[in-house]
């Protein structure tokens, strides 16, 4: 049977993570300033290979805010 085998989540050339299991996601946390195209690769079981339409972005990383708890009554 023909299904999907893995998905590969890409920032430009870089590897980000794989998928092996639906919904076949990646959690990216090393997040910088910075505009990335991001692509997604399928694979399925009979080696066909399909690659997403990238998606550009753009991340502005602010800090953490410590001060928040306290203006929110914790």
Do not use: Q
């Not at 050339?13 to 195209?37: E, F, I, Q």
Request: proline residues 7%; charged residues 5%; aromatic residues 10%.
């Amino acid at each position: 049977s023909n299904g999907i085998l893995k998905v590969e989540f890409y920032s430009g050339a870089t590897m980000l993570g794989v998928a092996s299991n639906a919904p076949y996601s990646y959690l990216w946390t090393d997040l910088h300033n910075g505009t990335y195209a991001l692509t997604a690769v399928a694979w399925d079981t009979l080696s066909n290979v399909s690659t997403s339409t990238p998606v550009n972005i753009r991340l502005v990383v602010t800090p953490a805010l410590p001060w928040l708890p306290v203006l929110m009554g914790n």
